[in-house]
């Protein structure tokens, strides 16, 4: 216990020292760190103001860590059972009905879309008639794989609307919230730090996603046509209409969209670099400081790499409708797209709850230095689960499925965990055999609980948990980290432009 002790005492200690950051609500700091009770608020309701207190007590906040070693109240046992997850049999498997959560959702392949615009190298090379027979074949080979590209943008762009439905939806939630609250200055800034990351959640799915889907897509779509055309080029009419196809038209989207991102990006570039130096003027503990600072730098990084590859890209492919040396700058562009897109699904990319529809009650109040410290500090606890960790077993009891169960649900991995429950074999054959009235089943805290009771399911059951912890649990806790250290620097920079417009 003594280990336990020293922990929290550390964490407590690096939270007062870096207050200075964020400044708590304007309520008794003892309430702004408890669950607001939604038996006197219902979730859908909006909570009505405090009045400032006439005078403010100084009182060290009560790290987040210690409440979930030691102090786990009845009231937020309560409300994590109303989280529910809904799975439905398609194609012969269950499956998640509806997506609740923001996804890192990009897929790998998107990487390789450039590469469509080199599907045309035989068509615009040997352009001439007739047709050489080696270039026929390479024109059926290149034509195909732009034509293959076209399903993989389809596929991206529905995943990155699923995203931005998510985002549009919570975004215009917590606009009414900060409307109500317009007179509560802490809780308006609170809600404006998270819309204004939602505001680069936005863009980012938007141009980076869904724009270049659409412009790259239908461009890989003209130019595996025009490709494909040109093995008939024999004739007048197609010949003109493949040069045109995979010429300037089928190559020209590909320089749009180069033109919008690059805007983006330097968009990005700017916001970062003035939460970079918002962070270094506050002068936050040093390890909070290092972090903000590799996080807007990976994002500059991926920004100034994104968008010059972007231009560059779209103008030589605008240059092979007439040169061959223009496939040549196309290889670098394509190389370095697959690492950006590489580099964003593992460094930048993160999966995190949406607070669609909550009200207040059900959102954390606590500081944002706070939640950072305590996402840190689970990731190391969930690293080094083992029977002989004091620390891990007051959090959790890694031999006991309701105590994992109880920490999965309350840290809002419920929907994660009943998705990796329908990929596992063994525990996707026990969702199977839950009596269903049609083909959709609810789970939520009880029901997974009542599943366990049967001995011959809580073995697997556990042991899936346990896996589950070190794998997910870790990856959730990092991607955590990852929009909580850009809320907070979205929340230093904004504080600081209060103060200028005060000042």
């Known amino acids: ?9 550390a964490t407590a200690t690096a939270s007062a020292s870096s207050d200075t950051l964020i400044s708590p609500l304007p309520q008794s700091p003892a309430k702004v760190h408890q669950k607001i009770s939604e038996k006197e608020y219902p979730p859908d309701s909006i909570l009505p103001q405090s009045p400032s207190p ?12 210690a409440r979930e070693a030691s102090d786990i109240t009845w009231q937020e046992s309560l409300e994590s059972t109303k989280d529910q997850v809904t799975l439905t049999r398609r194609r012969g498997r269950l499956r998640l ?3 609740q959560q923001f996804k890192n959702s990009l897929l790998a392949s998107v990487g390789y879309l450039e590469l469509a615009n080199a599907g045309d190298f035989a068509a615009n090379v040997w352009n001439e008639i007739p047709v050489p027979k080696f270039a026929a074949i390479l024109m059926g080979i290149g034509g195909t794989l732009a034509l293959g590209m076209v399903l993989v943008a389809i596929q991206d762009f529905r995943l990155s609307y699923r995203n931005v439905k998510l985002l549009r939806s919570e975004r215009e939630h917590l606009t ?23 505001f680069r959640e936005l863009g980012t799915e938007v141009v980076d996603r869904i724009v270049m889907d659409v412009l790259m897509g239908f461009g890989s779509l003209l130019v595996g046509i025009g490709t494909l055309m040109a093995i008939g080029g024999a004739h007048h009419g197609v010949f003109q209409a493949s040069n045109l196809l995979s010429g300037y038209v089928g190559n020209g989207l590909a320089a749009l969209f180069g033109l919008a991102n690059a805007v983006w990006s330097i968009c990005l570039i700017r916001r970062f670099h003035m939460h970079d130096i918002a962070v270094k003027n506050t002068q936050p503990n040093d390890e909070i400081r290092r972090r903000l600072h590799t996080r807007f730098r990976r994002f500059q990084w991926h920004a100034s790499v994104n968008g010059s590859n972007g231009l560059v890209a779209g103008a030589a492919s605008m240059v092979t409708a007439k040169r061959w040396w223009g496939y040549v700058v196309l290889i670098p562009c394509i190389i370095s797209l697959v690492l950006c897109n590489y580099f964003w699904r593992k460094k930048l990319g993160y999966d995190r709850p949406i607070l669609d529809h909550a009200s207040l009650a059900r959102m954390q109040l606590t500081p944002l230095l706070e939640d950072l410290e305590y996402v840190l500090a689970m990731q190391k606890v969930l690293a080094r689960i083992s029977p002989g960790d004091v620390l891990s077993q007051t959090i959790l009891q890694r031999d006991s499925y309701p105590s994992i169960l109880q920490f999965i649900v309350r840290n809002r991995m419920l929907e994660t965990y009943c998705d ?6 063994k525990t996707r054959n026990i969702l199977e055999n839950i009596p269903s009235v049609s083909d959709e089943i609810t789970l939520n805290h009880d029901a997974l609980l009542h599943l366990n009771a049967s001995s011959s399911h809580s073995d697997i059951l556990l ?32 504080d600081q432009m209060d103060g200028r417009v005060e000042g």
Do not use: C
Request: net charge positive; proline share 2%; glycine share 4%.
């Open 420 to 425: 990796s429950l329908t990929r596992n074999k």
């Open 54 to 65: 006439t005078k403010t007590t100084s009182i060290t906040p009560v790290p987040k860590l």
């Open 97 to 99: 009905l509806h997506q």
């Open 176 to 198: 009414r919230l900060q409307s109500y609250h317009a007179k509560n200055v802490d809780i308006s800034r609170l809600l404006g730090s998270r819309l204004g990351v939602i």
């Open 1 to 9: 216990m003594a280990s336990s002790e020293a922990t929290v005492t």
């Open 463 to 494: 042991n899936h948990a346990q896996k589950f912890l070190r794998n997910e649990g870790v990856r959730t806790f990092t991607h955590r980290e990852r929009h909580l250290l850009e809320l907070l620097g979205f929340a230093v920079w904004q």
